[in-house]
């Protein structure tokens, strides 16, 4: 009497694009569409394993996102369930709360939309499965939720499905309807569908207690395999969980050392050769990558002098790979000079050296320093890569680096002379 179902969260359908215009070659069109035929391919695994029932765990829309179509596709879609007596159950979350265009709307006879005011269960027509749930009633819910869910029912495969984060462990999310591990546990189901995680978290496998991540990345904070999760349920009632990609493009964080780089060309030559190595080990789908060098490398001053170039002369390289775009390129390498011996050296270096360390260090002269570079700061204006300079980490981060292309610079002066 065995039994599948899909548990999907966070498909943000339609979610808008920020900045990728800017970008020479990004693939627009491909992201602008990701979404759609991430969920596209959702809807197909239901069908291809003749599931019992879809769980869609928050954030079908991406916040205000007023485009009607988006909703009349997303009924669109779940209508091909219906004809496979595939019954979707929703909840909402934070994003879906602040869609005024959903609000009222009435769903198809097969999908369960749960209440905002209290949890309910909905039993499942021809299994016996119940589903507790309950949605967001507004964008900001700060309560837990989940303590108002009933015990299990005896007897039945319990499902709890609420957008949460959890113990707040993803710093990145805001901590919305948070809820402990153990007290999910404890309330007896077999199965908790979680969403508002962006990144599948497994908090128990015994039982599943998970979040499957979103459908698609968006951009480079979600990069990775992005998809939802099938689920097994065999005739005493146990789950068994497997993750299934369903991502149309897909976003890498590449690092690639250039210690052994005594040249910025050898530099490039290291990185075109991992992007090859990365498109050959998924050809699947389309790929976004952020490039990172990183390593104590000889190239380092003639990378940080022309960082522009560089990149330039990566992307342009990289661009014969097939489906592979690169969005970034960052510059994180150190000096292979021995800062600290010339720490310890008399003479100017030295002085510049603890100075930049002393300001590291005073939190008067971080503010100082903050003051005097918020006018360049604002006249950049909202740009990515350019450091917040009331943050005072970031403004060590970037002492650090005012030492690693100085110093270099100052040391490779002295022997032109």
Request: net charge negative; proline share 5%.
């Amino acid at each position: 009497m065995g039994f599948k179902f899909v548990h999907a969260a966070d498909i943000h359908l339609d979610s808008p694009l920020r900045g990728l215009e800017r970008y020479d070659g990004a693939p627009v069109e491909e992201m602008r569409s990701a979404t759609r035929r991430a969920f596209e391919n959702l809807v197909s695994l239901c069908l291809e394993e003749k599931v019992a029932f879809l769980l869609l765990a928050g954030d079908l829309y991406d916040g205000a996102w007023r485009d009607y179509n988006t909703i009349l596709y997303l009924i669109r879609q779940l209508s091909r369930l219906r004809e496979a007596d595939v019954h979707v159950y929703i909840v909402q979350g934070n994003h879906d709360a602040e869609n005024v265009m959903s609000k009222g709307l009435k769903m198809p006879s097969h999908v369960t939309l749960f209440d905002a005011k209290k949890p309910s269960k909905q039993m499942h027509h021809r299994l016996p499965v119940v589903v507790h749930g309950q949605s967001y009633g507004r964008a900001e819910v700060t309560e837990d939720l989940s303590a108002n869910f009933p015990q299990a029912m005896p007897d039945l495969f319990n499902v709890g499905l609420i957008h949460t984060s959890a113990d707040g462990r993803a710093s990145e999310h805001k901590p919305y309807a948070p809820c402990s591990r153990q007290a999910l546990i404890d309330k007896g189901y077999q199965y908790w569908a979680l969403g508002h995680i962006h990144r599948r978290t497994e908090l128990s496998l015994d039982p599943p207690v998970l979040f499957p991540g979103n459908l698609q990345g968006r951009h480079v904070r979600e990069a990775g395999p992005k998809g939802a999760t099938l689920v097994h349920v065999d005739d005493e009632l146990r789950a068994r969980p497997e993750h299934r990609d369903l991502d149309v493009v897909r976003w890498h964080l590449c690092e690639v050392s250039v210690t052994d780089a005594d040249t910025p060309d050898v530099a490039i030559d290291n990185a075109v050769e991992k992007l090859v190595a990365l498109r050959r080990g998924d050809r699947e789908r389309p790929l976004a990558v952020r490039v990172r060098l990183t390593g104590q490398s000889g190239a380092h001053q003639k990378l940080v002098e022309r960082e522009e170039h560089w990149a330039s002369e990566l992307r342009g390289r990289a661009a014969s790979i097939d489906a592979l775009w690169v969005e970034k390129v960052h510059f994180d390498t150190t000096t292979p000079i021995d800062l600290a011996a010339l720490r310890r050296q008399p003479g100017a270096l030295a002085t510049l050296l603890h100075c930049l360390d002393d300001c590291g260090k005073d939190a008067a002269a971080l503010r100082t320093l903050a003051e005097g570079l918020a006018p360049l700061r604002k006249s950049l204006g909202a740009i990515d890569d350019i450091p917040l300079f009331d943050d005072p980490e970031q403004l060590r981060a970037v002492l650090v680096e005012v030492e690693q292309m100085v110093v270099p610079m100052l040391l490779d002066g002295g022997r032109r002379r």
